[in-house]
Structure formats: structure tokens, C-alpha cells
């Protein structure tokens, strides 16, 4: 098919005769093909009537616009036509795209062909116009009736379910009927079949194509195309989609023509024209409130029946579809009804006539409709301006409830009676049927209505009762709500329930004014009930927070709706004192909480203050120096120290961001107390009793007590004590003091803490004389004694070689302050005597040793045995003489004591080191534990350089312990070198 060519025809001779075409339909009968593939024709052969003129048949056919895509099917028909038949054609272009046959498919911008639409009036105007023009023309004019290409939009409706076939069927019979009507039941009406969309499911084209087989049994109805059907597999369907996807291609346009004009002749040539029908009998006739008498029989033609009502409906269907029926000149389409309204009382007479298409005269049937007043006094609707009636509606029911919300304060019925001709009164005031009545008032509970209906007749009434219960008032709601701080957050709606308000801290209370939307209701502000419009009391307000519930209760007492404040009260930025005072007196200068820094003087004998400080704004912290204090309270007690104190008043506020501090400078005097609280010695109480009021003390201790400590307690702990010049802490033990015997002179001093103030004591110490008379050490030179020397023992012996012709005796005395004599001789302590002759035989030597005291004697004796000369004999011993410098092997002879005791008993009062005095060349060093040198001494000698646990660096007695010692010293020449360690005590 796509090969298809249109064979070029040369132009015929004019006949004078012109076969007219009305083109009508949507827009497959418009042409939405492509105009360079339809045929060129010459106007002898085919013309076309637009707008009031005549021109070629060419596309496009009707208005000369989008003329490419405005290719359709009627070049090709007219010249396959005119190459049958030798005729010239006339078209006239009725179609117009997007129409429907049924106005439900609701086509509201293209029109309808349905009765309610005005295309196919306009298409008979424009059709005789074209006839008359062509008449005017010269032609003798043919009206060869109409192609009709339509039924797309139809489809989608039924697809769609806006319509059904049924209804495109109905109305299409109706649309042919007027067609035939007009023009003549004989006027052939050409169907061209609808083809289908491009797209899934065709069941509505389905469904028109199979109702438009049934419209062709139709008289003068014949289908002259079926091929669209198949253009989808046929490929003839329209490739742009742009111009819709249910449009065909020129070259599909084309086949329809040709196929439509082939069978147009074969109609007319071989009579296959349905038989008009010459049937002009009604199926029936009746009404559609009553029943007509006779009975109806289509060969009865007069009819009555009597109405109380003034509406109804002739129903005057015709035996066969293509009858014409009217109904007092009204066409009523076959399968419709007539409505008829105003009926009045007494005789209305209807005249129905049927006329068919092959009848020469049509057939009249009379119904007469006598309207009587009606009896009947019942409603046929009854409907309320709000709620629902219980039960439903009857018009054999008289009773009813029916309820309304409490917002509903008047009602309105609008009674309907079933007979027009009814009078009804609501409450007693007349009403209307099918009118709203006034608005009837309703009091909250039951509120009975009475309608009454009078029928027509005056005689027949009855009534309907309706008991209309007005529920309390649900209204829980605020019409307002605002505060005594101003406006909320956000602006008042009844319909939002939660609401802020910020305030400044000064606001300490709000008042709040509800109003509620129902006067009815109650309302209650943080549970105490307020009037309506009325403010509540005034509301406390704490820093922060607070939650104002505003409940309102509806009439009903159950509908309850809560509006919620959340009022936010600022924290106070108040950080001032109202005042500040101190347990020691005013401040200085005096206080205003504008000033910021105080000055207070105190004496010595304030140890501690306490500060009351009170905020100007109670919610105010307070700290002093730090730590918190109840505003108004008075500070735990702070110590001073002598001098200068800053303690700082913190006030925070209780924003907890401003903040003030307070600053006062408290100046305690120092002290002026040069006094001891007491005073004593290591060896115990003094004399007279200590009274810090006496300064001069005595005290005695025996010669044995060689040294004291004293401990002196300053009343003041503040005060500084030295001891001989030596400070002292309070109460502490002081460096030992070396008493001498006789008067030793020990003073206290006591200096306050002011600097200035000072007080002495003195202790006049009296250490009693030493009765020890003991030796301590007894050296003889080349003399060894038996026993070995110990203080206790008093006499001893010695024998000596007869070549000791004398010795040397060193005494020493157990205390320092002991003299000795030796054969008479004073000898100083630990010195040699001079040499003592020894004779041959015995020889004693007395030593005898005072005591200090000058009474106490101990005498000590050594017997020396001198051996006799040898007797000479003939072998003589030999003399051997030392030669100075030599070197001798011999013992060094040095020992040093482990321990000292140098308290005073003669007993290890020193350290002795043994044969020292040989090596005068010698150098000792004594180190405490510490590592620290105590003492150090060249030429030590048991004498006069001796250690007494007195320090060589400081003259300080040494405290008990362990001590080590170096010594050094040269022996022949030689560097001896000898460590060890030693023992204080005392």
C-alpha cells in the first residue's frame, strides 16, 4: 500500500451537474496527513466551498491553514469518484478535530455533534450554503449526503469510563435521524470506520467500530471503509507524533478515499442501500408518574390519564430507532424522554406524531393529562440546614430526632412535598416546598418542630414532627489571651495552644486576661477560675521559667482545651551590696556599694576578722575570699596576718555573668609583745620562779654539769629570742651552752614582732668547782707500769733497766681545772715533768692532784726499781750507736680512742690519741655524718690541741653521734695516713 500511485487524469468536459459531499466528523475527516503526497486536481474535476468561496478540491479541504500537515483523504476520493463516474465533486469541510458524539466525554474545547453541542447545526448552515453557492455557480447541484469519519474521541471515553457504547450508538442514531430529517431519509449517510491508537489496548475503538457496524442496519447507512482497522500493522499510522498518535499517513489518507469512493459507486450502481423504514408506530406511551388508559396499543392513538402533580415525563419511544417522534413539535430522540412541567389543573392535551423515513406521512397520537387537585399531604423530602435526621427520610414516617453541635444556635428545614399543589407551614409559618424555611432558634437541649402539609384538596394534612437536640457547647477555646507585659509569641491564634513571653527580671509578676470564643465556657488560670474577659490575680514569677496553664471547660464539662504560657523571667544582673560591715568596726571610707575598694586598720590583737556582707538583690552569690556566704551572714573567720590583707567580696549576680568584686585592705599592726611565756634549763627550774614580769634569774649546777641548753617560750610566737646572741626558735631547746666553773652570764633576748620593742632575761649560772682529783692519764717515759694506769688506782710499780738513769712524767688530770705536782713540782696536765733522776734500787715518785675545789687531794705513786750495773767480765757488751736520719722498723704507736665523753667527769672529757706527741707533724680533720668538717687541727698533742666536741669552724658544741676522723702525720720521714670513725656522747 505504501506504493501507491495516483494516476494523473485529464481534465472532462463541464456536464453542468455537481455531486456534494458534507465532510463531517474530527480529525481524521479534517486530515492530519502530509499535503505533498495527496493528489493535485484541477477544479473542473473537483471543487470545494469555504468561508464563501469556491475552490480546487486540493488540501488542504476547509480553512487554509498548517496547510502541510493538512494532507487528507478527499483529493483521492474525488478522483477516483470523477474516474468512475465522470463526475465533478463538491466538497464542503463540516469536521472539526477533537469532537465527540457524546457530549459526556466532555470534549469543552473542540464541541460535540451530541444534541447539546451547536457542530451539527452549523454543519447543516454551512452544507446549504455551499449547495446555494454552487447552485448561484451554475451547477445543477446533487446532494450526494455525508462522509463521516469520526468516533475517536469517543473512544477514549469509553475507555475512560465517562461514557459506554450504548450511549455513542444512541446518540449517533439520534444525530442520523436529524441528518435524514432534514435533508431526506433517502440521503445516503457514508460511514468510514475509526482505526485505533498507537498504544497498549484498543477496547474503546474496539467498541466504536462494532457500534458503528450496528448504525449501518440503520435505512440509508452504509460503512465505505474498514481499512483503518488495520493502518497499525499496515504501517499507515502517522510516524510524527506530534500531531497525535491516532492520525493516519497521506498515504493511508489516500488508501480511505480511494476504498470510500469505490464503494460509494458500488452503492449507488448496485442498490445496496438499506430500505428506508416506513414504520410510524410508537413502542409504547405512557408517563412516568401514572399510567395512561387505554392500555397502549400502537393502534390506539388516544390516551389519558389523570395527575395530581404538575411534572412529568412522555415517554414516546418509536417502534423502529429511525423513527422521528415529537411531541407537540418537540423532537424527542428515540430512547428519550419528553419532561413536561406546569401542568395546570384540569385537560393538558400532548400530540405525538412518528415519522419515518420511507413513510409519506406520519402517525399522530393524543394524550390527554387531566390534573386534579391532589390529596396527597405528604413530604417526598425533608432535609435539615445542618445534621442528619434519625431515621432516615419516609414519607410514611412522621417522626424524628436529630442533633446538632453546640455551635449551632439555629436550624433550617427545607420541606419538599411529594403534590406541588401542597400549602406547608414550619412552627406554624408558611414555607414553600422545596424552600428553606427561616432560621428557627435553638435553646441548648430539645427543640420540637412541627411541619404540617395541607393538601391540595384543602381537606387532607399531615404532620411531621422533628426533635432537634442542641448538643452543650464542645468549645473549649480562646477567642484572646494576653498578658500584662504585652503581646505573646507568637501573635494569639485559638488554634495554637503554646505560647512564650520573655520579661525583665523587675517584672516579678503578670497578670493574665483570657477570652473565651463560647461564653459558656469556664476557664481557670493555674487552677483559680477567672471570668471570661476578666483579669486572673496577680502570678508570681521566678527567675527562669514559669508555666502559666490557662485550662477553658466547655459547656459539656468534658471538652477541655489548655493554653500554656511559658513566661521567661531575666535573672537578675543586680551584683551590688546593700551593705558591708566586718566584725572589727567600720570600713574606711564608709560603705556605698558604688565604691569598690575599703581600707580597715586593726591592732595586733585582731588574729581574725569576719565580713557581713548583704546583696542588694537577694538571689545574689556572695564569696568571700572565694568561699560562699549566705547573703546577710557573717563570714567564717579569716585569719590576718601582721601587715597588709586584701580579702575580696565577690558578688556574682543572678544572671551568673555580671559580677562586681569588693576589695578591702585590713591592716593588722604588728605585735609589741616582747615578753616569754617561759623559760627554763636542761637542768631544771630557775630561780626565783619565772613570772614573765621578772628578768634576772639565778641558777646553780654541779662542777660536773659542763654545759646547758635553755629554753625560752616568747608570749608572742611572733616575737624572734637569741640565746647568748644565738636565735632561738620559740620554745625550741637552744645550742648548748659551755658553762665554766664559777659565774657564766646567759642572756635572753626577746624582740616583738614590731622590731622596735624588746625585753632581756638573764640566768646568772653558777657552776660549782670540780672536787675531781683524779688523774685521767700517767705516762712515764721508758717506764711501762704495772698495772696498766686507770684513774682509780693510786699506786703502782715499774722496773726499769739499769741504763734508765731517769724519766719524765706526764700527769694528766681527769678535769682540766685540777693541779698536779710530781715530787712536789707542779706540772701542768699532760705535760712532762723534768727528767727525775733514778738511782739504782727503788725510787718513788709521788703525784699528787688538787682538785679545783682546792680541798679534794688524790695522791698517786709509782715505785721504781732501777736494776744494779752489770759486773764486768771479760765480754764486755757492746755499744751501738743510732745514726740520726736512719730509718727504724718500728710500730708507729698510734691509737685512736673509739669515744669521748666530754662531760665534765675526767673520764674521756677528750679525744686521746696514743703516742701522738711522738709525731708532732700532724694534721687531724673530723667530718659529722653529713660529710660537713667540724673540726680540723695541725699538731694535735693531747693537750692543748685537743677536740672536746667543740667545732674548730663555729666554737658550737656538736650534737651525740657518730663522727669521722683523718689523720695525718709523718713518721721517719714517711707520710702516714690513718681514717677511722669515733663516738660523741655525753
Given at each position: 500500500?505504501?506504493?501507491?500511485?495516483?494516476?494523473?487524469?485529464?481534465?472532462?468536459?463541464?456536464?453542468?451537474?455537481?455531486?456534494?459531499?458534507?465532510?463531517?466528523?474530527?480529525?481524521?475527516?479534517?486530515?492530519?496527513?502530509?499535503?505533498?503526497?495527496?493528489?493535485?486536481?484541477?477544479?473542473?474535476?473537483?471543487?470545494?466551498?469555504?468561508?464563501?468561496?469556491?475552490?480546487?478540491?486540493?488540501?488542504?479541504?476547509?480553512?487554509?491553514?498548517?496547510?502541510?500537515?493538512?494532507?487528507?483523504?478527499?483529493?483521492?476520493?474525488?478522483?477516483?469518484?470523477?474516474?468512475?463516474?465522470?463526475?465533478?465533486?463538491?466538497?464542503?469541510?463540516?469536521?472539526?478535530?477533537?469532537?465527540?458524539?457524546?457530549?459526556?466525554?466532555?470534549?469543552?474545547?473542540?464541541?460535540?455533534?451530541?444534541?447539546?453541542?451547536?457542530?451539527?447545526?452549523?454543519?447543516?448552515?454551512?452544507?446549504?450554503?455551499?449547495?446555494?453557492?454552487?447552485?448561484?455557480?451554475?451547477?445543477?447541484?446533487?446532494?450526494?449526503?455525508?462522509?463521516?469519519?469520526?468516533?475517536?474521541?469517543?473512544?477514549?471515553?469509553?475507555?475512560?469510563?465517562?461514557?459506554?457504547?450504548?450511549?455513542?450508538?444512541?446518540?449517533?442514531?439520534?444525530?442520523?435521524?436529524?441528518?435524514?430529517?432534514?435533508?431526506?431519509?433517502?440521503?445516503?449517510?457514508?460511514?468510514?470506520?475509526?482505526?485505533?491508537?498507537?498504544?497498549?489496548?484498543?477496547?474503546?475503538?474496539?467498541?466504536?467500530?462494532?457500534?458503528?457496524?450496528?448504525?449501518?442496519?440503520?435505512?440509508?447507512?452504509?460503512?465505505?471503509?474498514?481499512?483503518?482497522?488495520?493502518?497499525?500493522?499496515?504501517?499507515?499510522?502517522?510516524?510524527?507524533?506530534?500531531?497525535?498518535?491516532?492520525?493516519?499517513?497521506?498515504?493511508?489518507?489516500?488508501?480511505?478515499?480511494?476504498?470510500?469512493?469505490?464503494?460509494?459507486?458500488?452503492?449507488?450502481?448496485?442498490?445496496?442501500?438499506?430500505?428506508?423504514?416506513?414504520?410510524?408506530?410508537?413502542?409504547?406511551?405512557?408517563?412516568?408518574?401514572?399510567?395512561?388508559?387505554?392500555?397502549?396499543?400502537?393502534?390506539?392513538?388516544?390516551?389519558?390519564?389523570?395527575?395530581?402533580?404538575?411534572?412529568?415525563?412522555?415517554?414516546?419511544?418509536?417502534?423502529?430507532?429511525?423513527?422521528?417522534?415529537?411531541?407537540?413539535?418537540?423532537?424527542?430522540?428515540?430512547?428519550?424522554?419528553?419532561?413536561?412541567?406546569?401542568?395546570?389543573?384540569?385537560?393538558?392535551?400532548?400530540?405525538?406524531?412518528?415519522?419515518?423515513?420511507?413513510?409519506?406521512?406520519?402517525?399522530?397520537?393524543?394524550?390527554?393529562?387531566?390534573?386534579?387537585?391532589?390529596?396527597?399531604?405528604?413530604?417526598?423530602?425533608?432535609?435539615?440546614?445542618?445534621?442528619?435526621?434519625?431515621?432516615?427520610?419516609?414519607?410514611?414516617?412522621?417522626?424524628?430526632?436529630?442533633?446538632?453541635?453546640?455551635?449551632?444556635?439555629?436550624?433550617?428545614?427545607?420541606?419538599?412535598?411529594?403534590?406541588?399543589?401542597?400549602?406547608?407551614?414550619?412552627?406554624?409559618?408558611?414555607?414553600?416546598?422545596?424552600?428553606?424555611?427561616?432560621?428557627?432558634?435553638?435553646?441548648?437541649?430539645?427543640?420540637?418542630?412541627?411541619?404540617?402539609?395541607?393538601?391540595?384538596?384543602?381537606?387532607?394534612?399531615?404532620?411531621?414532627?422533628?426533635?432537634?437536640?442542641?448538643?452543650?457547647?464542645?468549645?473549649?477555646?480562646?477567642?484572646?489571651?494576653?498578658?500584662?507585659?504585652?503581646?505573646?509569641?507568637?501573635?494569639?491564634?485559638?488554634?495554637?495552644?503554646?505560647?512564650?513571653?520573655?520579661?525583665?527580671?523587675?517584672?516579678?509578676?503578670?497578670?493574665?486576661?483570657?477570652?473565651?470564643?463560647?461564653?459558656?465556657?469556664?476557664?481557670?488560670?493555674?487552677?483559680?477560675?477567672?471570668?471570661?474577659?476578666?483579669?486572673?490575680?496577680?502570678?508570681?514569677?521566678?527567675?527562669?521559667?514559669n508555666v502559666i496553664n490557662t485550662i477553658v471547660t466547655a459547656q459539656d464539662g468534658f471538652s477541655r482545651q489548655t493554653?500554656?504560657?511559658?513566661?521567661?523571667?531575666?535573672?537578675?544582673?543586680?551584683?551590688?551590696?546593700?551593705?558591708?560591715?566586718?566584725?572589727?568596726?567600720?570600713?574606711?571610707?564608709?560603705?556605698?556599694?558604688?565604691?569598690?575598694?575599703?581600707?580597715?586598720?586593726?591592732?595586733?590583737?585582731?588574729?581574725?576578722?569576719?565580713?557581713?556582707?548583704?546583696?542588694?538583690?537577694?538571689?545574689?552569690?556572695?564569696?568571700?575570699?572565694?568561699?560562699?556566704?549566705?547573703?546577710?551572714?557573717?563570714?567564717?573567720?579569716?585569719?590576718?596576718?601582721?601587715?597588709?590583707?586584701?580579702?575580696?567580696?565577690?558578688?556574682?549576680?543572678?544572671?551568673?555573668?555580671?559580677?562586681?568584686?569588693?576589695?578591702?585592705?585590713?591592716?593588722?599592726?604588728?605585735?609589741?609583745?616582747?615578753?616569754?611565756?617561759?623559760?627554763?634549763?636542761?637542768?631544771?627550774?630557775?630561780?626565783?620562779?619565772?613570772?614573765?614580769?621578772?628578768?634576772?634569774?639565778t641558777k646553780s649546777v654541779s662542777n660536773t654539769i659542763s654545759n646547758i641548753t635553755v629554753t625560752a617560750k616568747a608570749?608572742?610566737?611572733?616575737?624572734?629570742?637569741?640565746?647568748?646572741?644565738?636565735?632561738?626558735?620559740?620554745?625550741?631547746?637552744?645550742?648548748?651552752?659551755?658553762?665554766?666553773?664559777?659565774?657564766?652570764?646567759?642572756?635572753?633576748?626577746?624582740?616583738?614582732?614590731?622590731?622596735?620593742?624588746?625585753?632581756?632575761?638573764?640566768?646568772?649560772?653558777?657552776?660549782?668547782?670540780?672536787?675531781?682529783?683524779?688523774?685521767?692519764?700517767?705516762?712515764?717515759?721508758?717506764?711501762?707500769?704495772?698495772?696498766?694506769?686507770?684513774?682509780?688506782?693510786?699506786?703502782?710499780?715499774?722496773?726499769?733497766?739499769?741504763?734508765?738513769?731517769?724519766?719524765?712524767?706526764?700527769?694528766?688530770?681527769?678535769?682540766?681545772?685540777?693541779?698536779?705536782?710530781?715530787?712536789?713540782?707542779?706540772?701542768?696536765?699532760?705535760?712532762?715533768?723534768?727528767?727525775?733522776?733514778?738511782?739504782?734500787?727503788?725510787?718513788?715518785?709521788?703525784?699528787?692532784?688538787?682538785?679545783?675545789?682546792?680541798?679534794?687531794?688524790?695522791?698517786?705513786?709509782?715505785?721504781?726499781?732501777?736494776?744494779?750495773?752489770?759486773?764486768?767480765?771479760?765480754?764486755?757488751?757492746?755499744?751501738?750507736?743510732?745514726?740520726?736520719?736512719?730509718?727504724?722498723?718500728?710500730?708507729?704507736?698510734?691509737?685512736?680512742?673509739?669515744?669521748?665523753?666530754?662531760?665534765?667527769?675526767?673520764?674521756?672529757?677528750?679525744?686521746?690519741?696514743?703516742g701522738i706527741t711522738r709525731y708532732p707533724d700532724n694534721k687531724l680533720m673530723i667530718m659529722n655524718r653529713s660529710g660537713?668538717?667540724?673540726?680540723?687541727?695541725?699538731?694535735?698533742?693531747?693537750?692543748?690541741?685537743?677536740?672536746?666536741?667543740?667545732?674548730?669552724?663555729?666554737?658550737?658544741?656538736?650534737?651525740?653521734?657518730?663522727?669521722?676522723?683523718?689523720?695525718?702525720?709523718?713518721?721517719?720521714?714517711?707520710?702516714?695516713?690513718?681514717?677511722?670513725?669515733?663516738?660523741?656522747?655525753?
Amino acid at each position: 500500500m505504501d506504493n501507491i500511485v495516483i494516476p494523473e487524469i485529464k481534465t472532462k468536459a463541464d456536464t453542468g451537474q455537481i455531486d456534494h459531499f458534507i465532510i463531517a466528523g474530527q480529525s481524521n475527516a479534517v486530515g492530519k496527513g502530509d499535503t505533498t503526497f495527496s493528489p493535485k486536481l484541477a477544479i473542473d474535476i473537483a471543487s470545494q466551498y469555504w468561508n464563501g468561496a469556491i475552490r480546487a478540491a486540493n488540501d488542504p479541504i476547509g480553512p487554509i491553514s498548517d496547510s502541510l500537515y493538512r494532507g487528507s483523504a478527499w483529493p483521492a476520493f474525488a478522483l477516483r469518484y470523477n474516474q468512475l463516474t465522470g463526475h465533478k465533486v463538491a466538497f464542503v469541510q463540516c469536521a472539526v478535530g477533537a469532537t465527540s458524539q457524546v457530549a459526556a466525554t466532555k470534549p469543552e474545547v473542540a464541541g460535540t455533534w451530541d444534541t447539546t453541542g451547536t457542530l451539527f447545526t452549523t454543519m447543516i448552515a454551512r452544507s446549504d450554503s455551499s449547495m446555494a453557492a454552487f447552485t448561484t455557480a451554475g451547477y445543477r447541484v446533487n446532494n450526494c449526503g455525508m462522509l463521516w469519519l469520526q468516533g475517536e474521541q469517543d473512544a477514549a471515553g469509553i475507555e475512560n469510563g465517562s461514557i459506554t457504547g450504548e450511549d455513542y450508538y444512541r446518540r449517533a442514531i439520534v444525530m442520523i435521524n436529524n441528518f435524514h430529517a432534514h435533508y431526506g431519509a433517502k440521503i445516503p449517510f457514508y460511514l468510514i470506520k475509526i482505526g485505533a491508537e498507537v498504544k497498549p489496548g484498543h477496547y474503546g475503538f474496539d467498541t466504536i467500530r462494532n457500534r458503528q457496524e450496528q448504525l449501518a442496519k440503520a435505512g440509508y447507512v452504509i460503512i465505505v471503509s474498514r481499512l483503518a482497522a488495520s493502518y497499525i500493522k499496515m504501517g499507515l499510522m502517522n510516524p510524527i507524533l506530534t500531531l497525535g498518535n491516532l492520525h493516519y499517513s497521506q498515504q493511508g489518507y489516500n488508501v480511505i478515499g480511494i476504498n470510500a469512493a469505490e464503494n460509494v459507486v458500488a452503492g449507488y450502481k448496485n442498490n445496496r442501500f438499506n430500505t428506508p423504514s416506513q414504520n410510524t408506530d410508537l413502542a409504547n406511551l405512557g408517563i412516568s408518574n401514572g399510567k395512561v388508559s387505554p392500555a397502549f396499543n400502537p393502534k390506539i392513538n388516544s390516551y389519558v390519564t389523570t395527575l395530581t402533580t404538575d411534572t412529568t415525563s412522555i415517554v414516546p419511544p418509536a417502534a423502529d430507532t429511525s423513527g422521528v417522534v415529537t411531541v407537540n413539535g418537540t423532537i424527542v430522540p428515540w430512547g428519550a424522554v419528553l419532561p413536561v412541567a406546569n401542568l395546570k389543573f384540569g385537560v393538558n392535551t400532548f400530540s405525538v406524531s412518528v415519522a419515518a423515513p420511507g413513510a409519506s406521512a406520519a402517525n399522530t397520537y393524543i394524550l390527554a393529562i387531566n390534573r386534579v387537585p391532589s390529596p396527597d399531604a405528604s413530604l417526598a423530602a425533608l432535609t435539615l440546614s445542618t445534621g442528619k435526621l434519625n431515621p432516615k427520610f419516609s414519607p410514611a414516617i412522621n417522626t424524628y430526632v436529630a442533633s446538632t453541635n453546640s455551635n449551632i444556635n439555629s436550624i433550617s428545614l427545607t420541606p419538599t412535598t411529594s403534590d406541588a399543589g401542597t400549602v406547608v407551614t414550619v412552627n406554624g409559618v408558611p414555607v414553600m416546598s422545596g424552600v428553606a424555611s427561616a432560621n428557627l432558634p435553638l435553646i441548648t437541649g430539645a427543640n420540637m418542630i412541627n411541619i404540617i402539609i395541607t393538601a391540595a384538596d384543602g381537606i387532607s394534612t399531615q404532620t411531621y414532627t422533628i426533635t432537634v437536640t442542641r448538643a452543650p457547647s464542645a468549645n473549649a477555646k480562646l477567642l484572646n489571651l494576653t498578658t500584662s507585659s504585652g503581646a505573646l509569641i507568637p501573635a494569639f491564634s485559638n488554634n495554637l495552644t503554646s505560647y512564650t513571653k520573655a520579661v525583665s527580671n523587675n517584672v516579678a509578676s503578670i497578670i493574665v486576661t483570657p477570652t473565651a470564643a463560647d461564653s459558656t465556657a469556664t476557664i481557670s488560670v493555674n487552677g483559680a477560675i477567672v471570668p471570661s474577659r476578666s483579669p486572673s490575680g496577680y502570678i508570681p514569677l521566678i527567675v527562669g521559667a514559669n508555666v502559666i496553664n490557662t485550662i477553658v471547660t466547655a459547656q459539656d464539662g468534658f471538652s477541655r482545651q489548655t493554653y500554656t504560657i511559658t513566661i521567661n523571667r531575666a535573672a537578675s544582673t543586680n551584683a551590688k551590696l546593700l551593705s558591708l560591715t566586718t566584725s572589727s568596726g567600720a570600713l574606711s571610707p564608709a560603705f556605698i556599694n558604688t565604691t569598690g575598694t575599703y581600707s580597715k586598720a586593726v591592732g595586733n590583737n585582731v588574729a581574725s576578722i569576719t565580713f557581713t556582707a548583704k546583696a542588694a538583690d537577694p538571689t545574689a552569690v556572695v564569696k568571700v575570699n572565694g568561699t560562699a556566704v549566705p547573703s546577710g551572714t557573717a563570714s567564717a573567720a579569716i585569719q590576718l596576718a601582721v601587715g597588709s590583707n586584701t580579702i575580696t567580696i565577690a558578688v556574682t549576680a543572678q544572671d551568673g555573668v555580671t559580677a562586681i568584686t569588693y576589695s578591702i585592705i585590713v591592716n593588722r599592726a604588728a605585735s609589741s609583745n616582747a615578753k616569754l611565756l617561759s623559760l627554763t634549763t636542761s637542768y631544771g627550774a630557775i630561780s626565783p620562779a619565772f613570772i614573765n614580769t621578772t628578768v634576772s634569774y639565778t641558777k646553780s649546777v654541779s662542777n660536773t654539769i659542763s654545759n646547758i641548753t635553755v629554753t625560752a617560750k616568747a608570749a608572742d610566737p611572733s616575737a624572734v629570742i637569741t640565746i647568748n646572741g644565738i636565735p632561738v626558735i620559740s620554745g625550741a631547746a637552744s645550742a648548748v651552752i659551755l658553762l665554766k666553773a664559777g659565774t657564766n652570764l646567759i642572756t635572753i633576748l626577746v624582740t616583738a614582732q614590731d622590731g622596735v620593742t624588746t625585753n632581756a632575761y638573764t640566768i646568772i649560772l653558777t657552776r660549782l668547782p670540780s672536787s675531781n682529783s683524779r688523774m685521767s692519764a700517767l705516762h712515764l717515759s721508758d717506764v711501762t707500769l704495772s698495772p696498766t694506769f686507770i684513774g682509780t688506782t693510786n699506786s703502782y710499780t715499774a722496773a726499769v733497766a739499769n741504763t734508765v738513769t731517769s724519766t719524765t712524767v706526764t700527769p694528766k688530770t681527769a678535769e682540766p681545772n685540777a693541779t698536779v705536782t710530781v715530787n712536789g713540782t707542779t706540772v701542768t696536765s699532760g705535760t712532762a715533768s723534768a727528767p727525775i733522776a733514778l738511782s739504782v734500787g727503788s725510787n718513788v715518785i709521788t703525784m699528787t692532784v688538787t682538785a679545783q675545789d682546792g680541798i679534794t687531794l688524790t695522791i698517786y705513786t709509782v715505785t721504781i726499781t732501777r736494776a744494779a750495773a752489770p759486773v764486768n767480765s771479760i765480754y764486755d757488751m757492746a755499744s751501738v750507736s743510732v745514726v740520726p736520719g736512719m730509718p727504724q722498723i718500728s710500730n708507729d704507736g698510734i691509737s685512736v680512742n673509739q669515744g669521748l665523753s666530754p662531760n665534765g667527769d675526767g673520764l674521756n672529757d677528750i679525744l686521746m690519741i696514743k703516742g701522738i706527741t711522738r709525731y708532732p707533724d700532724n694534721k687531724l680533720m673530723i667530718m659529722n655524718r653529713s660529710g660537713e668538717l667540724v673540726y680540723e687541727i695541725k699538731g694535735y698533742d693531747n693537750i692543748t690541741k685537743v677536740f672536746d666536741g667543740h667545732s674548730s669552724k663555729t666554737g658550737a658544741m656538736q650534737l651525740p653521734g657518730t663522727y669521722f676522723y683523718s689523720l695525718d702525720y709523718s713518721a721517719d720521714g714517711i707520710a702516714k695516713h690513718k681514717t677511722g670513725f669515733i663516738v660523741l656522747k655525753y
